[in-house]
């Protein structure tokens, strides 16, 4: 691994600095008015989610909202088919998180300004993750944009470069990563949509970072030894495909 310092315990800084990251503020507009077909789109998705409550789609949701880094970073262990980890690919491993780290903290701004209510806040419904409702009801942790969506596709999207013979496989499950938090009960639709906007506008921006490209490099490399092992993926693959067949009607 590089030489990177922590912007908290256990999680790398990003490569971009608060400067240079994308501008939710210019790229997003103000979520759905009440009386909007958008926010009427919304709530319908919301009704429609609740019928994977208890499912294995839920429970897959659940999982998806731990955001310990090793264990995010497994989120892509079957579509690749090899385990992403510290010690068999450690650039990978820091490349993925920085990218993440980034993609979050790209949405910071317009969550802070809109802080808008989450859906479980304003359907008085519990979540797939009762331990974080706390934080998640926070004036900082607002429901628009998603940063788990952000977070989610971008690191789809680096993996797309890193491995392209998987890209299909990847971006299903860096889309279903953010799907996963309507199913939650933790965002609307349109915070999705426009996190994965985020997500690919923070990709955009590193692909003029030397640092970043170098990484994606090395990580190529690093994915290819990994695999000649054979080691296999950590997850269970048959399960995750089966949640992941459960799907929302009407998602975008």
């Known amino acids: ?10 999680y790398f800084v990003g490569y971009l600095t608060k400067d240079e990251l994308p501008s939710s503020m210019a790229l997003l507009p103000p979520y759905p008015a009440g009386d909007s077909a958008a926010f009427a789109l ?8 609740k019928a994977l409550r208890g499912s294995p789609r839920w429970e897959l949701a659940a999982s998806d909202a731990d955001l310990d880094r090793a264990h995010a ?15 068999d690919t450690p650039r990978l491993f820091q490349l993925l998180q920085r990218t993440m780290m980034d993609a979050v903290n790209s949405t910071n701004a317009a969550k802070f300004h ?6 479980f806040m304003a359907l008085k419904q519990s979540t797939c993750s009762p331990d974080d409702e706390d934080q998640l009801r926070g004036p900082r942790s607002g429901s628009y944009p998603s940063g788990h969506t952000a977070l ?12 392209p013979d998987s890209t299909d496989a990847v971006l299903m499950r860096g889309r279903s990563y953010g799907e996963s938090r309507l199913v939650c009960n933790v965002h ?55 949640a992941l067949s459960q799907r929302i009607p009407g998602v975008l």
């Open 152 to 163: 989610g596709w971008a690191a789809a999207l680096v993996l797309a470069e890193v491995a």
């Open 73 to 87: 970073l497994g989120t892509f262990d079957c579509a690749l088919g090899v385990a992403i980890t510290a010690e």
């Open 188 to 242: 609307w639709l349109s915070d999705i949509l426009q996190g994965r906007h985020l997500g690919a506008a923070t990709v955009a921006r590193l692909q003029s970072v030397p640092e970043f490209r170098e990484d994606v490099e090395v990580a190529r490399q690093e994915l290819a030894r990994a695999r000649a092992k054979n080691s296999g993926p950590n997850r269970d693959c048959a399960a995750e495909a089966a």
């Open 42 to 49: 919304d709530q319908q998705i919301q009704l429609d989610a």
């Open 1 to 10: 691994m590089r030489d990177v310092p922590e912007a908290m315990p256990g």
């Open 114 to 119: 809109y802080s808008r209510a989450r859906p």
